[in-house]
């Protein structure tokens, strides 16, 4: 069957990477975080000390841009690619607060996305993949054959966050807590001049507020044969 490219964006929090990975799974498709990759060039930022006072050196990152190094291999006990910067293997590392707390700032940078689409394009030559993130069907993959746009009432999504962080072991943060970072990261991407978060003019919209992880399978199941068999 004729491979294609299937595009998932939408606000953070909202479960699509889950739905982005168990498609990829399901259709023998390669899974690709852009996510990870903007997580990974803050990760070098802070290891490098490119950021003082909460203040980056970006005349110094750009420097050095080409010589961060992204890739994913795949990880044999997940299943699933780990992201290595450099030839480390940073995937556990690039989830922690720190590098969350920043990402926002690094990938607000003209010159950091133009890397990234660079190379994202490029894993996405040969078709066959699933990747997802804010501007994968706008920006990366404008001729996608497959654009989705995944939305969910915001108190959901941090209801969600929220549950996640606690069966972590994280008792501390608040759930108004959580709401007011989602909010303002939903704000950040949004409003941001370079590639904001916007939905595809040819991307179907999905709101999972009250989709369970099986519902939104079946859905996206759907909407991949429909896609490939027409
Ligand atoms: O999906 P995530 O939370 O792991 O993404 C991390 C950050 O990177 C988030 O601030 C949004 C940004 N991002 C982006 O600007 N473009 C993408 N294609 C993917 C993520």
């Known amino acids: 069957m004729k491979k294609i490219i299937v595009a998932i964006d939408g606000f ?3 479960g699509k990477s889950t739905m ?3 498609l990829a799974k399901q259709i023998g498709y390669v899974y690709i975080d852009s996510g990870a990759m903007y997580r990974a060039v803050t990760l ?6 490119l950021f003082e006072n909460g203040r980056l050196d970006e005349q110094e990152l750009h420097n050095r841009i080409k ?13 699933m690619p780990d992201t290595y910067l450099n030839g480390e293997n940073v995937e556990s590392a690039i989830r922690g607060m ?3 707390s920043k990402v926002s700032l690094v990938s607000a940078i003209p010159f950091v996305r133009y890397a990234m689409v660079a190379s994202q394009q490029e894993m996405g030559k040969t078709k066959g993949i699933v990747m997802d993130g804010r501007d994968i069907g706008t920006v990366v993959f404008p001729g996608a054959e497959m654009k989705i746009f995944v ?3 915001p108190e959901i999504r941090a209801r969600r966050r929220f549950d996640e962080l606690r069966s972590k072991g994280d008792m501390e943060t608040t759930f108004e807590e959580v709401l007011e970072n989602l909010k303002s990261r939903d704000h950040l991407d949004q409003t941001r001049t370079e590639s904001p978060l916007v939905k595809a003019e040819d991307a ?8 369970t992880v099986d519902e939104q399978m079946q859905w996206l199941l759907e909407k991949f044969e429909q896609i490939t068999t027409n």
Request: one cysteine or more; hydrophobic letters at 30%.
């Open 151 to 153: 939305t969910a009432d």
């Open 98 to 100: 720190d590098v969350s």
């Open 12 to 14: 953070s929090s909202n």
């Open 204 to 211: 179907i919209l999905l709101d999972n507020s009250y989709m």
């Open 20 to 22: 982005a990975k168990s």
């Open 67 to 79: 010589d961060i190094g992204i890739e994913f291999r795949l990880n044999d006990d997940t299943g």
């Open 44 to 49: 070098y930022c802070i290891k490098c000390d």
